[in-house]
């Protein structure tokens, strides 16, 4: 298996709402990645797990708060949103930071957010 | 700090058309350099990387050579067809000191559209 599942695809949701965002692999990788992407901009790094302790935080607002139950998991909660938060939300996986070669991020297919 | 430099877009090429897409790069060290591809509503997929100068990364009739003479991993293609029409992303990764790798650093991206 070499994918990365996000879900929902699609999620609208008013800015009162507390919903979840998920992605799993099952590679074996041991880094996990949240990124955010605006229309026809690079994805913009929020958060890596590294051996399910998260690493880096890159000064994301309160309003969005990550998870790694485990290895092969990465959720991301979401509330009281604001509609600029409303973006493609890209999750990837990587090997671990100790590993020798690349360490090429693999990306999941992205989940569409839109906050009203 | 690490910077990627794309060429400003976006592109629109005839079928069967030669494509080159500039790609520039500014790190310390010797970094990894990617291309990622990103289709219609989905997520971003790797294209080819090269991992040290004069390495050349292939996939799907597009090529890319890492010049470290002259910062580059300019990406081509001999004849484009329709179903390559994405934004295209050129990509970089290195280590640093302590073997860690550094944050995955995009170009600003560049759409190609390709007529029948």
């Known amino acids: 298996d070499t994918e990365v599942t996000q879900t929902p695809k699609h999620l609208v949701m008013g800015m009162t709402n507390k919903k979840s965002l998920k992605c799993e692999q099952h590679m074996g990788h041991r880094a996990m990645y949240w990124y955010k992407q605006k229309a026809k901009k690079p994805p913009e790094l929020m958060f890596v797990?590294?051996?399910?302790?998260?690493?880096i935080n890159e000064s994301v607002p309160s309003r969005f708060s990550p998870e790694c139950p485990n290895s092969s998991l990465l959720n991301l909660h979401l509330h009281a949103l604001q509609p600029e938060d409303s973006a493609l939300y890209l999750c990837a996986s990587s090997q671990g930071q100790g590993y020798s070669g690349a360490n090429v991020l693999t990306f999941g297919a992205g989940s569409r957010l839109t906050v009203l | 700090g690490d910077s990627v430099t794309q060429m400003e877009g976006p592109v629109t090429l005839s079928e069967e058309a030669f494509l080159t897409i500039n790609c520039t790069y500014t790190a310390t060290g010797y970094p990894s350099l990617f291309w990622y591809v990103q289709y219609p509503g989905e997520g971003l997929q790797l294209l080819l990387k090269a991992t040290k100068a004069d390495d050349k990364g292939s996939n799907k009739g597009f090529e890319a050579t890492y010049r470290k003479e002259t910062t580059s991993f300019h990406l081509e293609k001999g004849s484009v067809q329709v179903s390559d029409s994405a934004v295209y992303f050129c990509a970089l990764r290195r280590k640093d000191y302590t073997g860690a790798n550094s944050k995955l650093t995009f170009g600003k991206g560049i759409t190609l559209s390709v007529r029948p």
């Open positions: 797990y590294s051996y399910e302790k998260l690493s």
